[in-house]
């Protein structure tokens, strides 16, 4: 592994130094790395190019799509800039800004016919920003399904309008598969307590409680309870005094807060009785899921790699 990242860092760029790393690791199970930046690739998306430049396509696509996901309820991860290309010029890449019927790089100001005779020459200049490269990637690569982590999803469901107004094939769409690695000592403990594998992914606070729960150490849950007790009230209060009723979800709402007060205190004392054994239960957990995030979000393939050889991926193909 060593050897493999001290001549990637020894190349001249970053895209080289990855495509190394990565040819060397996954090379024998066929995969194929491209220069998306190569003339031949960029000039089989001259067309879509040349879309963006006259209409604006991708804004006006994902505006629309956008009102559409925001009236069901969800927010959209990304908002589309009016012109969705950079420009690279001696190795800088620069954002191309539509404003007032002409096109600016850096200080220079294009006309609409101008940066087209630029894409016919010299289509590799330009370059597709995030929501433009996935149009760039089907048109070069064709896929039947494009398997994309959480995020990348998200703002690939903001895409199929834009797609079917260039007329490029919109993919299946899939979620890829997560990973989560534990010592198979740490497993055998867990499940010897009684917890599930789906427990690892629980909130810790909500965990130790239901672990408390399970063992019988208290058990507090007066949600059913206040709700007979203000039906049982309800009815009366109404037929003498309505105005009383808020009075009553105050009262019933302070001696729910006073519960869980007790509650904490009792989970509090608890945790401190039995101190090794949540500590535990918190190290074991950290080892998949830390805040709600999966490690493998911030923690590197390589010191598994190391341990495991080939067989890291292996496992990781097997399991998916």
């Not at 991708?58 to 290309?85: D, F, H, Q």
């Not at 895409?159 to 899939?174: G, Q």
């Not at 608890?270 to 090794?276: A, L, T, V």
Request: one cysteine or more; glycine letters at 4%.
């Amino acid at each position: 592994m060593i050897s493999i990242f001290e001549e990637a860092f020894s190349k001249s760029n970053w895209a080289d130094c990855t495509r190394f790393w990565v040819d060397k690791l996954f090379s024998k199970y066929g995969l194929i790395v491209l220069d998306a930046d190569s003339k031949e690739l960029k000039t089989v998306f001259r067309p879509t190019l040349e879309l963006e430049i006259k209409q604006q396509f991708v804004y006006n696509a994902v505006v629309n799509t956008n009102n559409s996901i925001s009236k069901e309820g969800y927010y959209p991860k990304i908002n589309p800039r009016k012109l969705n290309l950079f420009y690279f010029n001696n190795g800088n890449r620069k954002r191309i800004v539509f404003k007032e019927g002409v096109f600016l790089i850096g200080d220079l100001t294009y006309s609409q016919d101008q940066i087209l005779k630029m894409i016919e020459l010299n289509p590799e200049n330009f370059s597709p920003n995030v929501l433009l490269r996935p149009l760039y990637q089907e048109s070069i690569l064709p896929n039947l399904a494009y398997i994309g982590g959480p995020a990348e999803i998200e703002y690939w469901a903001q895409l199929k309008e834009a797609f079917d107004f260039s007329n490029v094939d919109y993919p299946k769409v899939i979620l890829r598969d997560h990973f989560g690695w534990i010592n198979n000592s740490d497993l055998d403990w867990w499940r010897s307590k009684g917890l599930k594998e789906s427990d690892l992914f629980l909130d810790y606070d909500v965990l130790v409680k239901k672990i408390l729960i399970k063992e019988k150490v208290f058990s507090l849950n007066v949600e059913d309870h206040l709700q007979a007790i203000k039906n049982n009230l309800l009815n009366e209060i109404q037929a003498v005094d309505s105005s009383v009723e808020s009075m009553l979800n105050g009262e019933l709402q302070k001696f729910k807060n006073g519960i869980n007060k007790i509650e904490s205190k009792l989970t509090r004392s608890s945790k401190r009785n039995n101190e090794i054994f949540y500590n535990k239960v918190k190290k074991v957990q950290n080892s998949i899921i830390i805040n709600g995030n999966l490690n493998e979000r911030k923690e590197g393939f390589i010191p598994l790699y190391n341990s495991l050889g080939d067989q890291y991926l292996s496992f990781l193909l097997e399991a998916s």
